[in-house]
């Protein structure tokens, strides 16, 4: 079963608002989860690191204050596009360690499209 | 900075073995992973291998590490139709991976 879970799967926005996407981790606590960005037929690229109580760690190219990332909790990492525009449309998708073996699980991944 | 490469798309037939190829430039990697992404969905774990080993068997999944080339391979054995997906090798960085590019896996009866 999941380990690692976003929502919402889908979320269409007008240009111009912004839209949260939630990424949890169940039955674990996560102390960092990872955000990434996958463009149409495109490889994944990190985005930032969050940390839990800290300020997220960006990548270099991304926008900290479009791409809002807050890690309130041990459970919960929340990314939050600001002031979206179409070209924000793509494929996010976290991460967190998990397991004996220290596997990184991804969540379902949230597809946003910005009209 | 690290890169991970792989070839781009391949098409085999179905029952027979696929082999994708895989190159990174980390060498402290710590470990190697294999993701599955099926059209319109996330990421499916298929497997992982740790960087002291060079080989990990899993059912029809063979991995094949050669440290020394910085090359990992992904073998399926009797390829089906579920099989086409597009599969990405991911190198380990700390808790950060590094994604390659992707190669697209397509399966004709």
């Known amino acids: 079963g999941a380990v690692v879970s976003q929502h919402p799967s889908r979320v269409i926005c007008k240009s111009g608002t912004s839209v949260k996407i939630e990424c949890r981790s169940l039955d674990f606590q996560a102390t960092t989860m990872f955000w990434y960005r996958q463009f149409p037929k495109q490889s994944l690229m990190l985005m930032a690191t969050s940390n839990e109580g800290s300020k997220a760690t960006y990548e270099q190219g991304v926008e900290k204050d479009k791409f809002l990332i807050n890690h309130a909790s041990l459970t919960l990492s929340t990314l939050t596009v600001t002031s979206a525009h179409p070209e924000d449309s793509s494929f996010y998708i976290c991460s967190a360690r998990w397991g004996p073996g220290n596997t990184i699980y991804f969540g379902e991944g949230s597809w946003l499209t910005v009209v | 900075g690290e890169d991970v490469e792989q070839s781009l798309f391949l098409s085999v037939r179905e029952g027979d073995s696929s082999v994708i190829n895989c190159t990174y430039t980390d060498s402290s990697s710590t470990y190697l992973y294999w993701y599955k992404q099926e059209p319109g969905a996330g990421l499916q774990l298929l497997t992982y291998i740790f960087s002291n080993m060079d080989m990990k068997q899993d059912q029809r999944l063979t991995v094949l590490l050669n440290k020394k080339d910085k090359h990992l391979s992904l073998r399926i054995a009797d390829t089906q139709t579920g099989d086409s997906a597009i599969y990405f090798c991911?190198?380990?960085?700390?808790?950060?991976?590094?994604f390659g590019t992707g190669t697209r896996l397509q399966v004709f009866p």
């Open positions: 991911a190198e380990r960085d700390t808790d950060k991976l590094i």
